[in-house]
Each structure stands twice: as C-alpha cells, then as structure tokens.
C-alpha cells in the first residue's frame, strides 16, 4: 500500500470519533503507545493516556503471545491481511482478559502506524470452553480478508450462508438493523427477503420480540411463537411445509439493540450446542465486522470533508494551491492530448506588507477576501482562480487568447480600484501573462508568469520612488 493511499487520522475530528466509540481503539508505531480512546483505557484500567504514552504496547500482552503480536505487526506493515486475533492480555491491575484484535495500517502524525480496534470477550471466552475450537473454523479464520470489501455485511453475509449450508448448519440466514421505529434486513440470501422493512406497531413479531427484550431466542419451531402481543411475520413468501427452527442473536451499543443475526434449519429442534456456540461466534465477528466497517465509513468520509477544505480557501473563496497541484497535473495531460492552450495570469496585491502594517492584519484579511471576491465574480465557469500564495493569486483561462485575457484584466483592475472607497487607501494589482500549451509546459508557464508580475511590480516601485 503506498504511503499516500493511507488513512491520516491524528486530526482533531478523527480523535473525537475515537473518542465516542463504544469500542476500544489505540495507535502505536515501533511497540510505542501514541494514543489510546476512553473505552480501552476504561478496559485496561488506566486512568488517562498520558500513564500509557510512549510505552510499550506489549506490555499489555501476555507473554506466550509475544511472538504472535510481533508477527502480526510485521505482516501488517508489509500490508498482509490477518484474521481478527484472539489474544491474552493483562489489565494495569494484573487482571487477565481475552481480547480480539484487528489491525490496520494508517498514517499518524504524517508517519505510518499501527491502528488497531479492541473488542474485550473475556466473558465469551470463559463460558464457552469450546470457542477455542470455534476460532480454529476455516469461516471464521477467513473473516478478516472480508472486512476490507466495500459491503462488509453483504460480504459476510454470503460467506456465512454458503459454509453454513454446505456444512448443514443452517438453511437461512439473515442479518437486520434495529433503528428507532423500524427494523430493516440489511442481508439475507433471499433477495424478496434483504431490505424488507419491518415495522414496530404494524410487524412486531420474532425480532421486534428481541430487540425490545435485548436477549437471545431459540424456538423449536418458529411457527409456533406467540408472546404476548409479539406474533410470528412471515419473511419469505410462500409456505414451508416442515417446522423451522430459529435461534436469534442480539448485537447491543450500549443499551440498545443496534442489530440482529438470524439463523433458521428446516425441521424441529434441529440445532445442538454446538450450532450454538458456533452462531455466538459468528454473531461476534459480524459485530467486529460491522464496528470496524463503521469506523472505516466515518474515516472515509472526514477524508472527503478534509479533501473538500482543502479544495477551498477558507479566507478568500477561491481554490487552494494543494488543489492546483493536483488539478493541473491532470488538465496539462489534457492540453498535449487535445493539443489545446490555456493563458495563466500570476498576480499579487501591491504593498500589501504595508496595508497590513499600517492598518492592522485584520484589514489585510478584509482585503484578501475582496479582492478574491472581485477575481471569482469576473471569471467564466470554464476559468479558475487560486490563492497562491499569501498575497498572490493565480488564474487559469483555458483556450483564452492575450488580447481577451487583457480586457478581463483591465476589467478586474477598475474593480480593485472602487475599493479605495471603503478602505481609504488605494489597492492595486500586479501580474504577468502566461501560455500553457503542448509545447510550452505548465512549470515554465508559471515561472515565466512569476517573472513578469515581479518586473511589473518592479517598474511600479521605482515610479514610486519617482
């Protein structure tokens, strides 16, 4: 993975969805600790980050597993995928805990790191003596490779169903969401089935029963469920001439039920213990699976946030030169391709140093802000302005020839010039005149429009020292 195709995630908006998960979180390079959230701290019994901070992480784990941290670590910095891992821990009072671990690499502080999401099943682990044969399962094993696709329910989903199938352990299966007043299949094999709603005054049947009780359902035949005034809903059309039965699982945030994983077998009391604890397995990687696909989600798009601020100059409206260098790159190859021509335009705000020592930088802002107003408000769509520089700004007009160029100049000019009626001083440009062509590449247009702004500036200083 190159280095630029990472996730930046020590901004302060990242580390506050951190923060708010229910889910522990910590950032490491080099076996150093360089962040840890509320929840993983709350796990481990530290007090605050700063106990943690650049020590080492393996002292969090337990030594037998030593080898398999380091392991870990290493596949993932060569941008290998590894299963979710079941690890023994210690907390900082010395207690033992089961965690399961997956880990990512991202960039922290502009240096790669390791990101890593915490999941404590010490009480899993400790009631079900059988799970660790469960984790050995070749499904469960596979999970993690399923975590990077771009639906991860979908993915999931699919995967569990076909193993179950093939292996008789389940004849359907689906996963559904709980939101407020609805509950909504987000997966199922059946497609008449995925994305039915079910909703609570009108549908309140096997999963609103669930998701109001917030406990696991076993129902020799679900057919026969009747609760109060929770009634079996029929999902799939047509009948079923056998019993089937249903075992429901709950996923909860906090003390909600956010989702719901259903696995049903023709015939009557058809699963075993075993089916059991296989599904609570399952039903704990789904949830992995759909915390870390939420994380992922939020962290694409704080990404897109950031990439949209940093397209757009927060003081004067027009593009950031970050967003230049990009689109430039791209619109040149488009220039030799189409053997088309564009005129570039470098201009900067005359003694702009001394407005901003004379009346303040406050007024200097206010006179960034007009004139990349006037400079937007004159262009075609089909142009672009930039700010450059401090006080510089650059134009781009694509297929736009040096007589029309100056008459938008001259037109811009008296512009600038009616702002001496509000500031009380005069405000002027500089620039130079540019061609970006097939022949003539974007670099050397730009310094030679650099050159001439600065000779223009020039022969105005010394009309100024007269």
């Known amino acids: 993975m190159e280095r630029e195709n990472l996730q930046e995630v020590n901004k302060r908006e990242f580390l506050s969805l951190f923060d708010s998960m229910n889910v522990g979180i910590h950032i490491h390079r080099e076996g150093k600790i360089l962040y840890a959230n509320p929840h993983i701290l709350k796990l481990y019994k530290v007090k605050s980050l700063e106990e943690v901070k650049n020590k080492s992480v393996i002292n969090f784990v337990d030594t037998e597993y030593h080898e398999v941290f380091n ?74 490779a399923l975590f990077k696709k771009e639906n991860v329910l979908e993915s999931i989903g699919t995967k569990t169903y076909e193993y179950c199938k093939n292996n008789g352990i389940a004849d359907y299966i689906y996963i559904a969401s709980v939101k407020e007043n609805e509950i909504v299949i987000e997966w199922s094999e059946h497609i008449d089935v995925t994305k039915k ?52 699982i709950p996923i909860k945030e906090g003390n909600k039920v956010k989702m719901i994983v259903s696995f049903l ?21 789904i949830e992995v699976a759909s915390e870390f696909d939420a994380i992922m989600k939020e962290l694409k798009r704080e990404r897109e946030k950031f990439r949209d601020l940093a397209m757009e100059d927060a003081l004067t409206g027009v593009y950031t030169r970050h967003f230049f260098n990009e689109w430039i790159r791209n619109y040149y190859e488009i220039i030799k391709r189409k053997n088309e021509y564009a005129s570039i335009v470098m201009m900067d705000i005359n003694h702009f140093k001394k407005i901003n020592d004379t009346y303040g930088h406050l007024v200097g802002d206010e006179v960034l802000k ?4 006037i400079l937007k408000q004159s262009l075609r ?3 672009l302005v930039v700010r450059y520089g401090g006080d510089e700004f650059l134009m781009v007009f694509p297929q736009t020839a040096a007589k029309r160029v100056n008459i938008i100049l001259e037109r811009i000019q008296s512009k600038i010039s009616h702002l001496k009626r509000d500031f009380g001083f005069e405000v002027t440009l500089s620039y130079g005149i540019s061609y970006i062509s097939s022949e003539i590449d974007y670099k050397r247009a730009l310094k030679s429009a650099d050159e001439k702004m600065y000779a223009m500036k020039a022969g105005l200083s010394k009309e100024d020292n007269g």
């Open 71 to 144: 392991t870990n670590v290493k596949s993932v910095m060569k941008d290998k995928l590894i299963p979710p891992v079941l690890e023994k821990t210690k907390d900082a009072q010395g207690n033992t805990l089961w965690v399961e671990v997956n880990v990512n690499k991202v960039l922290f502080d502009g240096q790669v790191a390791i990101l890593s999401v915490v999941r404590d099943v010490t009480k899993m682990v400790e009631k079900e003596k059988i799970l660790s044969h469960v984790y050995n399962l070749e499904l469960i094993k596979g999970m993690a």
């Open 197 to 248: 709603v079910l909703n609570k005054n009108r549908d309140k049947g096997v999963l609103w029963y669930i998701a109001d009780t917030q406990k696991e359902l076993y129902l020799p035949n679900v057919f026969d469920f009747e609760m109060g005034d929770y009634k079996r809903v029929s999902l799939y059309n047509g009948a079923l001439d056998t019993p089937l039965s249903y075992f429901g």
């Open 265 to 285: 077998k023709k015939g009557y009391g058809a699963f075993s213990e075993m089916d059991f604890t296989f599904f609570k397995a399952l039903a704990a990687q």
């Open 370 to 373: 007009r004139v990349g107003k």
């Open 381 to 383: 769509k089909m142009d």
